[in-house]
């Protein structure tokens, strides 16, 4: 997951120029495009022999998006509060990030493994019971109970990869549907206000404090 979060970190500190040229709203509804494109690109490339490198395509577009899109959103919590509950924005912040992240990862993580539920029972054949149980568990599970497997290990091996990717499509074409949502609301709703480079020292100057 490196080359993606090296992108988020670089995207994100450039996001603050992009919405002063095409304002926040675009900003935002860019890296939501280009995260939907990222799941997009994880989900039609992905392959048991491809290995990492078919994800890493998707991985990176999803790191450019993030990165445009997380600066735009922050700002736009942060700015819609007064500066002396500013703690409350970013406690808002936080916890909608966290929350966001729980629940996707506990959404597509189980869209991923019905998927694969679905997928390997086609596949496990003349796969005796006892490694086929623990197999249909599991990804993990299966390739535990290859070991056990004899003969039958490099297929058991085989259909639980397969399956795996099966779940994963599912999974990241969900996420898609969910980021096309998202990216009709930003452009139809998202926050204008762009915040240029200075206006925080400004107003800093002139507060009393200052």
Excluded at 7 to 17: D, F
Excluded at 24 to 50: E, H, I, K, P, Q
Excluded at 117 to 126: E, F, H, P, Q, V
Aim: no cysteine.
């Amino acid at each position: 997951l490196m080359p993606m979060a090296l992108l988020m970190m670089v995207t994100s500190g450039l996001a603050p120029r992009v919405a002063e040229r095409i304002g926040g709203r675009s900003t935002m509804a860019a890296g939501v495009l280009l995260g939907g494109a990222g799941l997009a690109l994880l989900a039609a490339f992905v392959s048991v022999d491809g290995g990492y490198l078919s994800v890493l395509p998707g991985m990176l577009i999803m790191g450019i998006g993030m990165g445009l899109t997380m600066t735009p959103a922050t700002e736009a919590i942060t700015a819609a509060l007064p500066r002396e509950r500013q703690g409350v924005a970013s406690a808002l912040n936080d916890v909608t990030r966290e929350f966001g992240t729980a629940l996707g990862v506990a959404l597509l993580g189980a869209l991923l493994s019905s998927g694969y539920r679905d997928a390997i029972d086609s596949r496990l054949g003349s796969t005796p019971e006892d490694a086929a149980g623990p197999a249909r568990e599991g990804i993990a599970n299966a390739l535990e109970a290859a070991d056990q497997a004899g003969p039958y290990a490099q297929s058991l091996i085989r259909a639980a990869q397969e399956s795996f990717v099966d779940g994963w499509q599912q999974a990241m074409w969900a996420g898609v549907a969910v980021m096309a949502a998202l990216f009709f609301y930003v452009l139809t709703r998202g926050p204008q206000r762009t915040v240029v480079r200075g206006t925080v020292e400004a107003e800093a100057a002139d507060s009393p404090v200052g």
